[in-house]
């Protein structure tokens, strides 16, 4: 092997879940602040709307990233993510296991930290790792704090507001 190569089989599961997380979270931060954020509130060409295509607008991050995480999952069962918060609009993105609650308070106590565990689902055990999802733009600020449904509305601009969660299910 060269020097500065890495066999994959040598990564471990964070490593790879941070490698994932990396991806996910550019691509997420860019949708953000270079469609959403310019197009709705800085040129004001078109908005975002969770009703999309009824309303003839873009998608929210949110939605774009639930896309995503849907066609991967088509795709693969080495591995899933799921964005999910404390204070979700649409309850199905709520916490439903132990270390996802434990994984998403972690990342608001402690800024700049991911969380990793593991946990055993359906007979199968699985690493699990929390990244926080912070407010990359206004725009993500403001469609929280002022949507119906919010349980929470005093986002600001850099705030948590929630957890990417990725699962690797782990090698007996």
Same mark, same amino acid.
């Given at each position: 092997?060269?020097?500065?190569?890495?066999?994959?089989?040598?990564?471990?599961?964070?490593?790879?879940?941070?490698?994932?997380?990396?991806?996910?979270?550019?691509?997420?931060?860019?949708?953000?602040?270079?469609?959403?954020?310019?197009?709705?509130?800085?040129?004001?060409?078109?908005?975002?709307?969770?009703? $999309?295509?009824?309303?003839? *607008?873009?998608?929210?991050? /949110? #939605?774009?990233?639930?896309?995503?995480?849907?066609?991967?999952? %088509?795709?693969?069962?080495?591995?899933?993510?799921?964005?999910?918060?404390?204070?979700?609009?649409?309850?199905?993105?709520?916490?439903?296991?132990?270390?996802?609650?434990?994984?998403?308070?972690?990342?608001?106590?402690?800024?700049?930290?991911?969380?990793?565990?593991?946990?055993?689902?359906?007979?199968?055990?699985? $690493?699990?790792?929390?990244? *926080?999802?912070?407010?990359? /733009? #206004?725009?993500?600020?403001?469609?929280?704090?002022?949507?119906? %449904?919010?349980?929470?509305?005093?986002?600001?601009?850099?705030?948590?507001?929630?957890?990417?969660?990725?699962?690797?299910?782990?090698?007996?």
């Amino acid at each position: 092997m060269a020097v500065g190569t890495a066999h994959a089989d040598s990564l471990s599961y964070e490593k790879v879940a941070d490698m994932l997380h990396l991806v996910m979270e550019s691509d997420r931060t860019v949708y953000t602040k270079m469609v959403v954020q310019r197009l709705t509130a800085d040129d004001k060409v078109i908005k975002a709307s969770e009703h $999309f295509q009824d309303d003839k *607008a873009l998608p929210l991050p /949110a #939605q774009m990233f639930r896309f995503g995480a849907e066609r991967v999952s %088509d795709k693969t069962e080495a591995f899933s993510y799921s964005l999910l918060s404390l204070w979700p609009i649409n309850k199905q993105n709520a916490p439903k296991t132990d270390v996802e609650r434990e994984g998403l308070q972690y990342v608001v106590d402690n800024p700049g930290e991911n969380f990793y565990g593991e946990e055993e689902l359906g007979g199968a055990k699985y $690493f699990t790792a929390v990244y *926080a999802d912070v407010a990359v /733009a #206004q725009a993500c600020a403001s469609c929280h704090n002022g949507h119906k %449904d919010t349980p929470k509305n005093d986002f600001v601009l850099d705030d948590v507001m929630g957890g990417v969660v990725i699962r690797i299910p782990m090698d007996e």
